[in-house]
Antibody
Framework: QVHLQEAGPGLVKPSETLSLTCTVS????????WSWIRQPPGKGLEWIGY???????KYNPSFKSRVTISLDTSRSQSSLKVKSVTTADTAVYYC?????????WGQGTLVTVSS | DIVMTQSPDSLTVSLGERATINCKSG????????????LAWYQQKPGQPPKLLIY???TRESGVPDRFSGGGSGTDFTLTISSLQAEDVAVYYC?????????FGQGTKLEIK
């Protein structure tokens, strides 16, 4: 059974960098695409991007190059970094298996951007 | 970006009755080379991550009850729950994966009458 667990600071100051990790178990991280999706409180879902083992990543242009997704196969982790955050980046951040559709999701982690 | 628009925003249905949710894409998500519709449906219950129900517009994910079905092609799609159960109360989202950035509909909240 595939299990994903997001981790990282729950509070980030404006203009700083949001950094999250997603630890994967139950499958080889090298065999799949891994996506990040976020959901502002009480709102809908927003696709951030995905990465594959080759290191090739695809991002949502709406983030204007603020986003980086990476893989650490030795730790079975995917990482998300969002630079220069504002209050609009406050959301639950999910990691998920798959690049097109997502059959497995982490529980999500709430990140609040506030001074 | 492909805009995904769901209707209605909310829906109230009696137990055992049929529920239908619509999803319209701003451009066709039917890929001519493989004749597949690049569309998925998710169910999200409060405090939980989304759960994949349907992909390729009509292929049910493993373990999803057969009362859930997806249909449509091109720009117009439906998710149908044939006989509503209490555990189906949730928000439902469609998503296109035809062209990045992959985009979701705004969600449809399904409640019991």
């Amino acid at each position: 059974q595939v299990h994903l667990q997001e981790a990282g600071p729950g509070l980030v100051k404006p203009s700083e960098t949001l950094s999250l990790t997603c630890t994967v178990s139950g499958t080889s991280i090298s065999s799949h695409y891994w996506s990040w999706i976020r959901q502002p409180p009480g709102k809908g879902l927003e696709w951030i991007g995905y990465i594959y083992n080759s290191g090739s990543a695809k991002y949502n242009p709406s983030f204007k190059s603020r986003v980086t997704i990476s893989l650490d196969t030795s730790r079975s982790q995917s990482s998300l970094k969002v630079k220069s955050v504002t209050t609009a980046d406050t959301a639950v951040y999910y990691c998920a298996r798959g690049g097109r559709w997502n059959p497995d999701w982490g529980q999500g982690t709430l990140v609040t951007v506030s001074s | 970006d492909i805009v995904m628009t769901q209707s209605p925003d909310s829906l109230t249905v009696s137990l055992g009755e049929r529920a239908t949710i619509n999803c319209k894409s701003g451009q066709s998500v039917l890929y001519s080379s493989d004749n597949q519709n690049y569309l998925a449906w998710y169910q999200q219950k409060p405090g939980q991550p989304p759960k994949l129900l349907i992909y390729w517009a009509s292929t049910r994910e493993s373990g999803v009850p057969d009362r859930f079905s997806g249909g449509g092609s091109g720009t117009d799609f439906t998710l149908t729950i044939s006989s509503l159960q209490a555990e189906d109360v949730a928000v439902y989202y469609c998503q296109q994966y035809y062209s990045p950035p992959y985009t979701f509909g705004q969600g449809t909240k399904l409640e019991i009458k």
